[in-house]
């Protein structure tokens, strides 16, 4: 049996977490073994309310006494930093880069220290896109052990959603945490230009160090009306079943896992990533890709007015994601990297 320590060094939720607790929960039929290490705190409550195994730490020190401890299980390292930790006890690691990193993209300090500390000890690394890897600046040595692996939702265990558009409460919601690189501030910049030529009705789902100036900003331009806040949610699906556009404004990302849960909802995808972002996935028949919130603002006034082409890009969007709404392909290529680490 194969047994997994997938190493964190963060504490909040996002979508390198819920991917893992999902992967873990579905792969309890395969012959592995998995230990979640994190620091105490909101992940660590999700992974208790899930039965999910899981060490807490509280310090560099102690986390590097965990990994001496835990030195026999295969390493599973969530982000460059729990790798670079993870390769002082370590020679062997699994390093999955979640997200289209600045850093990675160009030489820095960072960069650097992956290059000659962490990319020496790495058996594999998983990208969450091609644009992951692409963009990454020494992509050129890391070819040969590098593995593109999208994300996965378990959405299939949910009924869909066939709620008419025009019986749906949310004209657009925001889903994701509420930092700099989600550029929340952004999405009410937005909200406020469209409500001067359209009232809507919009939600932001999602906690972080930005929401108390976010409920601020939404007191100072009398948005209340418009936008409605409620913060961290286990459940999203009440929000995005009764959602018609979701909205990400973010400076970068990797494969969103809110893609996914919005294709499944049969919510229609908008972002301003650019026309290249996904696109083997998004195009201009299932989604609404623009460079920037000027662009997407004009588009989202047109579609918003059109609940029938709403539809016909929300049918087209849910097809074209059907591969990812469970976890058979991930779960099954992921096992295999498991399988082979004892034998390269």
């Known amino acids: 049996m194969n047994k997994i320590l997938h190493i964190f060094v963060s504490n909040g939720i996002g979508g390198a977490e819920l991917l893992i607790s999902n992967l873990i929960i579905s792969n309890q039929n395969y012959h592995t073994n998995h230990t979640v290490l994190c620091r105490k705190g909101r992940f660590s409550d999700h992974l208790s309310k899930k039965s ?21 299980y295969i ?54 896109s091609e644009d992951a890897f692409e963009s990454f600046y ?13 994300n996965f939702s378990n959405t299939s265990v949910l009924n869909t959603n066939n709620k008419p558009f025009d019986k749906r409460k949310y004209d657009l919601i925001f889903l994701g945490r509420m930092t700099e690189i989600k550029q929340p501030m952004k999405f009410i ?33 009398s948005l209340g009306g418009f936008i409605e806040t409620v913060g961290f949610k286990e459940n999203i699906y009440e929000y995005l079943y009764d959602s018609k556009i979701l909205v990400n404004l973010s400076i970068s990302e990797g494969f969103p896992i809110t893609f996914i849960e919005s294709a499944w909802s049969k919510v229609i995808i908008s972002h301003t990533l650019g026309y290249n972002f996904l696109k083997s996935l998004l195009n201009n028949n299932n989604s609404i890709s623009c460079e920037n919130t000027n662009e997407l603002q004009i588009k989202l006034l047109n579609l918003l007015k059109d609940d029938f082409r709403m539809n016909e890009i929300a049918e087209k ?18 096992n295999k990297i498991y399988n082979d680490y004892e034998t390269i």
């Not at 960072?110 to 990319?119: A, M, Q, R, T, V």
């Not at 020494?138 to 999208?150: C, E, H, Q």
């Not at 969007?317 to 992921?334: G, I, Q, R, V």
């Open 75 to 128: 390493f599973h390292c969530h982000d460059p930093g729990a790798a670079f930790i993870s390769s002082l006890i370590k020679n062997k690691l699994i390093l999955h880069v979640h997200g289209n990193h600045k850093y990675m993209q160009r030489i820095s300090l960072k960069n650097l220290i992956i290059l000659f500390f962490i990319l020496p000890k790495i058996y594999r690394i998983l990208w969450i």
């Open 138 to 150: 020494f992509k050129n040595k890391v070819i040969y052990f590098s593995v593109v692996l999208f």
């Open 317 to 334: 969007n849910f097809n074209t994601f059907k591969d990812l709404y469970n976890s058979k392909y991930f779960t099954k290529e992921l």
């Open 189 to 221: 910049l937005l909200v406020k230009n469209i409500v001067i030529n359209k009232k809507i009705k919009c939600i932001m789902v999602g906690d972080g160090p930005l929401l108390p100036s976010i409920k601020k900003y939404i007191e100072l331009y």
């Open 52 to 72: 999910i195994n899981f060490i807490t730490y509280s310090n560099k020190i102690q986390l590097l006494l965990i990994l001496n401890k835990y030195k026999s």
